[in-house]
């Protein structure tokens, strides 16, 4: 049963879809099948209307901040939404007004414990920027320095609870009553949501990772991250240096300041590359609103709330899958994901080899201007859904990062070629791994744990040795498919013992009311019927077992 403040609001969001022209998502619920025929007579029904994508797009920016993070979200999984939804779900942008710089200088006050003139020298009560989830103010330290000061949103986490309850309840609802939407996981994705949403309202969280880039690209060359200052930061605070630069997507001034469009272009992919494989810490949100460019060509991050990283399994399958790509070895892509385990073990390779290649070669030798990976992706992700390919949540903010580069690539210079960009750094980490090289440095990182385990060897095979010799050694060996085995031979096991004791037991009854009829003229309907009934009723037992 949905609480009457739940009910109150699903019906505003009713409201919301059928106004812009979505009446049929509505009308869709199992709740209102009955009365499908009444869109006929709403006047949202007639009339021209705009692309689908864009209808939800303005939908959600209606509903509010909350819900447009969602569809920003929501438009990573590629795997789970049309094309035309996707792309419009990828231009929400976090537009929302400010809160009263009074408030925002009583929250830095409580957080930081003093007076903000006694923490800066200068504080702008009109804030720089705002978002759904914090703004930014202008600041000066007293010793001069210029930095920005990031305030978390007043009761912003009741306000994300509330919405994300509601959307949880949604949830279900489809997925009970929507085949469709069962197969979206419509709940794994509101869970995924809730994570991302509350690991973003934790500026510490945020802080630490600017802090790991920061140190991941030291010398600045390629990415300069700004200094966090951890004395006039907490949970719900940040104050951070203050940079100067060019928006990323203001291509007239850049070009203006004298920037070499193709070298910055080269440098995105390369700063996602060096993020993936060099550093396994990746900044996941890089959307236009947070990457700047100083006129030498260096780019500049802000906003490290998303951040991203691989296991080391998946980072060598990954990248191994990517120089297949480069070299169109297709069944080397399609090998890697069945031993990855990313397609079934039972995967046709010979098919899956011929469903990538049918989607991968229309890419090949072609200016991004000409590719839309959005595109491909898709096409990907339906040809792993047609093999039963699970989404793999650790590739998601992989997969939505790399659309951001897309992005930014087609902006800066269209015909760059992300390809032959990146495949000379793959193939140069790639050898990085293996090797002569690769083995000296593994083992010189594993070597001060093989100098505290080596001199306990000895002692552990004399003693495993001596076992042996006195017939006292065990092995002990634990496998759920034997486990499962074992369980199906003691199940058959007791199905055939059962069959064999019914089958008796309908035998006997027979034999039984035949004998003693014609030898004593007496016949015992209740004991055959018994027997019979009984060897029956095991039969059947041992049948549906």
């Known amino acids: 049963m949905i609480p009457v403040r739940e009910s109150l609001r699903v019906m505003h969001i009713a409201w919301v879809l059928m106004r812009h022209g979505l009446d049929e998502l509505v009308l869709a619920a199992h709740l209102f099948r009955p009365i499908r025929f009444f869109r006929f007579l709403s006047p949202f029904y007639w009339g021209q209307k705009p692309p689908r994508g864009v209808r939800v797009?303005?939908?959600?920016?209606d509903l509010g901040p909350l819900?447009?993070?969602?569809?920003?979200?929501?438009s990573t999984r590629r795997d789970l939404l049309p094309d035309d939804i996707a792309i419009e779900l990828s231009k929400l942008q976090d537009q929302v007004p400010p809160f009263p710089g009074d408030q925002a200088r009583r929250l830095v006050e409580k957080a930081l414990?003093?007076?903000?003139?006694?923490?800066?020298?200068?504080?702008?009560?009109?804030?720089?920027?705002?978002?759904?989830?914090a703004q930014v103010h202008a600041a000066t330290l007293h010793d001069g320095r210029k930095v920005v000061v990031k305030v978390v949103r007043p009761g912003i986490e009741k306000t994300i609870q509330r919405d994300i309850d509601l959307l949880f309840t949604i949830a279900r609802l489809a997925r009970k009553y929507s085949r469709e939407a069962r197969r979206l996981r419509p709940v794994e994705v509101v869970e995924e949501y809730d994570k991302t949403i509350h690991d973003e309202l934790d500026l510490l969280r945020e802080a630490a990772n600017g802090a790991q880039l920061r140190r991941n690209f030291?010398?600045?060359?390629?990415?300069?991250?700004?200094?966090?200052?951890?004395?006039?930061t907490r949970e719900n605070v940040m104050v951070q240096e203050r940079i100067y630069g060019i928006p990323v997507d203001q291509v007239d001034e850049l070009i203006e300041a004298g920037v070499d469009m193709k070298v910055l272009g080269e440098r995105g992919?390369?700063?996602?590359f060096t993020q993936v494989f060099r550093d396994n810490f990746f900044h996941a949100d890089m959307h236009p609103g947070n990457i700047f460019v100083r006129p030498d060509g260096t780019y500049i991050g802000v906003d490290f709330g998303i951040v991203?990283?691989?296991?080391?399994a998946d980072q060598r399958y990954l990248a191994e899958n990517l120089l297949a790509f480069f070299h169109r070895d297709y069944r080397k892509v399609a090998e890697l994901h069945v031993e990855s385990g990313w397609v079934p073990a039972d995967t046709r390779v010979e098919d899956f080899e011929a469903a990538i290649r049918t989607v991968s070669e229309p890419i090949w030798e072609k200016p991004i201007s000409e590719i839309s990976f959005g595109h491909f992706l898709l096409r990907l992700f339906q040809v792993a859904r047609r093999f039963n390919m699970e989404v793999q949540p650790q590739l998601v903010l992989l997969q939505k990062t790399l659309l951001n580069i897309e992005g930014l690539g087609r902006m800066l210079y269209p015909q760059l070629d992300l390809w032959s960009t990146a495949k000379p750094f793959m193939e140069r980490w790639m050898s990085q791994q293996v090797g002569p090289k690769a083995f000296a440095r593994r083992v010189k990182e594993t070597l001060p744990q093989l100098s505290e385990d080596l001199p306990e060897v000895p002692l552990l095979a004399h003693r495993v040795l001596r076992k042996a010799a006195d017939g006292e050694l065990e092995i002990q060996w634990k496998s759920e498919q034997l486990d499962r085995?074992?369980?199906?031979?003691?199940?058959?096991?007791?199905r055939t013992q059962t069959t064999i004791a019914g089958a008796s037991l309908v035998i006997a009854g027979v034999l039984t009311a035949g004998l003693i009829d014609t030898q004593i003229g007496f016949n015992p309907l209740w004991l055959s019927a018994g027997l019979g009934g009984s060897g029956l009723i095991l039969l059947a037992w041992a049948v549906t077992r």
């Not at 797009?57 to 920016?61: G, K, Q």
């Open 485 to 494: 085995i074992r369980e199906e031979i003691r199940t058959g096991n007791q």
């Open 308 to 312: 991203g990283t691989l296991t080391n």
């Open 57 to 61: 797009r303005r939908a959600l920016e």
């Open 218 to 232: 030291a010398d600045g060359k390629l990415l300069y991250v700004p200094e966090v200052f951890w004395d006039l």
């Open 113 to 133: 414990g003093q007076s903000v003139k006694e923490l800066f020298a200068e504080f702008d009560s009109a804030p720089l920027a705002s978002a759904s989830i």
């Open 67 to 74: 819900y447009v993070k969602f569809g920003q979200i929501l």
């Open 269 to 272: 992919v390369e700063i996602f």
